[in-house]
C-alpha cells in the first residue's frame, strides 16, 4: 500500500510531514545477528527495525522468512510532549527526527535521535534469545519545563504463507500502554487516534493486510528527567506457534503484547508470527542538576545530624 492509498483510506493529511525523497541516513543502517547467524535484525540509522542498505527487517536465515521486508517495508517509532512530536517512518510519513549520532558495534546497534530538540531517545538493540531483539530506550526531557510524553512503537507485517492476509491479537493493555492497533499504516504521530485500534482489554482482528503498534504514556518528566524502557521483538523460530512466542517474550519480561500471524490457523497454531512485547518502564531519572541538589542536601544534614551528637555529648 502507498502512502498515497493509507491517506486516502483513513483521511490521514500527509502535507504537515516533511517527506523525503530518499531514505534518510541509509548509509549508516546495519544489519545484526545473533551469534549463531541464525536470525538477523536490520536497523536503520534512526532506530527503524529495517535496513534498506541490505533489505532486511527481521529474517529467519534458515528459509529467508522475513515479515517486515516485503510490500513496503514498514518498523517505526515516535515520540511527543505534546507540542513536539518527532518521526523516525522513513518508509511512509517521511523522516522528521534529526539524528544526533549513531554509533555500533558487532552485534548491537545505539542509536541517539532528538526530536525537535526538545526530547532525546536513546535505543540499544540487541538478541537476548536467538530470535528475540531487545530494545533498551530511554526517553529524555531536554526542554527546561516538565512535559507529559508518549512514546509510540510499530510495524507492517507480511507473513508468509498468507501474506498481505494475517490476523493480529492485541493483549489487555499494561504497562502504560494507552492506544494499540491492529493495523500497519496509522499515523505514527502518538497524539493522533488510531484509525483501527483496540480497546484497553485487547482483541484479535483480521484476516486482512495487517500489523501491529501501541501507545506507551512515559508520564511528566521533570526537565532533564528520563524513563527507561524495553520492547522487544521477536520472530517466531521453526515450529513454535504465536502463541509460544509471546510465552517466550513473557518470559524475558514482558506483560504486554501485539502479535500478527498468518491466517493459516489461529493463535495456537498458525505457521508464522511477529511480535512486540513491552517490559515496563523505570522510575524517572533525576537531572544531574537536581541528584547534584539531593546529594548537597544529603551532606548538609549529615553534618547537622554530627553537630548535634556533638552538642549532645557535651
Known sequence: MTKTQIAAKFGIGLACVALSATFAGSANAQTISNGAGT???GVSSDGNGYDFNTGIGFQRAGDGYDPVAPGTPRSYWAV?????????????????????????????????????????????????????VSIVTTVTNTTGTASDILFTRGYDADVVPTAFNETTTV????????????????????????SFGSGPGGGTAGPGDLGGGFVLDLGTLGAGQSKTFTILEGINDFGQTPIGLDGE????????????????GDITNASNSIALGLVGSSVPEPSQAAALSIGVLGLALLGFKARKRQQLGA
Open 249 to 264: 517474550l513473557q518470559g524475558l519480561g514482558a506483560n504486554f503484547f501485539v502479535t500478527t500471524y498468518s491466517s493459516d
Open 39 to 41: 536470525f538477523t535484525y
Open 171 to 194: 493483549s489487555p493493555f499494561a504497562d502504560n500502554v494507552v492506544a494499540a492497533t491492529f493495523y500497519g499504516f496509522e499515523n505514527p504521530d502518538p497524539t493522533v487516534p488510531y
Open 80 to 132: 511527543s510532549n505534546g507540542t513536539t512530536t518527532g518521526y523516525a517512518d522513513p518508509a511512509s510519513f517521511g523522516e522528521t527526527v534529526g539524528i544526533t549520532g549513531a554509533s555500533y558495534t558487532a552485534n548491537t546497534a545505539d542509536i541517539s535521535a532528538t526530536a525537535g530538540g526538545a526530547i532525546g531517545v536513546d535505543q540499544k538493540f540487541s538478541f537476548v534469545k536467538a530470535n528475540v
